[in-house]
């Protein structure tokens, strides 16, 4: 799939499925599904878990990779629990925890899509301040990308851009 740095203006016009490109495109060899949930899971974690500030979404990259960034204001993550974070069924235990409900999948679930991808997930984080949640995927060239997506055509299966919320 592609992604392009810029955001997704839906509510500017209110037009469903209106979408604002802003180049370079960033192409990525990932199911765009599985790419949604992933991101899904970390924006959802990141409002949930933020009583009052703010998330924000960031799409960069260089040759190498494409990274996906979603930073919140929350309470933040204490280091002996960041480890743990990206396993089965893990949950810091603290008072957030204690009265927002999860089942502590999430995290796992992204960790299983990004490995498959060849990819790697982590988060920077600190007490009190937020935290920020990282997604690098290996970057595809153009020429790679459209290969893949005539490939992808004639099986029936289109590897369609994708627009991406971004920060400025
Ligand atoms: N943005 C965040 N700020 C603070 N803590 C977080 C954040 N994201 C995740 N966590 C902590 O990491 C734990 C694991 O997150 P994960 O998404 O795997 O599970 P969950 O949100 O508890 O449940 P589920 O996603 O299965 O509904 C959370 O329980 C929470 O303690
Ligand atoms: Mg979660």
């Known amino acids: 799939m592609g992604t392009a740095d810029g955001q997704s203006v839906n509510a500017a016009t209110g037009q469903a499925g209106s979408t604002k490109m802003i180049k370079p495109f960033y192409y990525v060899n990932a ?4 790419l949604r ?5 970390i924006f959802d974690n990141a409002v949930k878990y933020t ?5 924000t979404l960031g799409l960069t990259g260089n040759n190498e990779v494409v990274q996906i960034s979603v ?6 993550i204490p280091a ?3 480890p743990h974070l990206f396993q089965k069924f893990y949950r810091v235990d603290s008072s957030s925890t204690r009265t927002i ?14 490995e498959l991808y060849d990819g ?3 988060v920077e984080s600190e007490l009190g301040k937020g935290s920020t949640f990282y997604v690098n995927l290996p970057r595809l060239t153009s020429e790679k990308a459209k290969q893949l997506q005539a490939i992808e055509a004639a099986s029936g299966n ?8 971004g920060a400025p």
């Open 37 to 41: 949930e992933v991101i899904t899971n």
């Open 120 to 122: 790697r997930i982590w």
């Open 80 to 82: 002996e629990d960041i």
């Open 158 to 165: 289109t590897l369609a851009p994708l627009s991406s919320a």
């Open 101 to 114: 409900g999860g089942t502590g999948l999430g995290l796992f679930i992204c960790r299983k899509i990004v």
């Open 71 to 76: 930073r919140d204001t929350g309470p933040g």
């Open 31 to 34: 199911d765009p599904e599985r």
């Open 51 to 55: 009583e009052s500030g703010s998330v």
